[in-house]
């Protein structure tokens, strides 16, 4: 009897497993997705996909991509979207020359400029840069 009740117990996490497995393949196949967008996909309960995208961004400091909350809502960002940020971050780039530098994946505002960098720092996988704003603005001044 007991065998029979663990067997069940055992089975029920099966379709969770799967679906995390299946929301894993889909995210990365985006350079930036919304949860709302994921949530019709999938065509599963938007707090449901926010409750697995929290999961996910707790356990996220070795991972190469990145979940970031902003205004009320998770935003996956692709790893090729942030090893870019951190290229441009890290050359001494502003925030609106990051956003022109990010266009191209799909990075809209500096508002997302911002929760990546404020994520980034959080995990402590943002590196100093080598070169500070300013000085990068007064090298570009001077030749």
């Known amino acids: 009897m007991s065998g029979i009740t663990l067997m ?13 497995i299946k929301l894993n393949k889909f995210l990365k196949k985006f350079y930036k997705i919304e949860d709302e967008l994921i949530a019709r996909k999938f065509k599963k309960p938007l707090q ?3 409750d697995e995208m929290f999961e ?24 090729k979207t942030i090893a870019k940020f951190e290229e441009v971050y890290n050359k001494g780039f502003s925030e609106k020359e990051i956003l ?10 500096r508002a997302e400029i911002k929760a990546i960098k404020d994520t980034l720092v959080k995990l402590n996988r943002l590196t100093e840069r080598e070169i500070s704003v300013k000085e990068r603005k ?3 001044r001077f030749l």
Request: hydrophobic fraction near 40%; aromatic fraction near 16%; charged fraction near 30%.
């Open 138 to 140: 007064d090298q570009q």
């Open 48 to 50: 449901k996909i926010q």
């Open 100 to 109: 022109d530098n990010l266009k191209d994946f799909k990075v809209t505002t």
């Open 8 to 20: 069940l117990f055992l089975l029920s996490y099966i379709p969770r497993i799967l679906f995390k």
């Open 56 to 79: 996910l961004s707790q356990k996220q400091e070795k991972k190469e991509w990145l979940i970031a909350f902003l205004n009320k809502q998770y935003i996956f960002y692709h790893e």
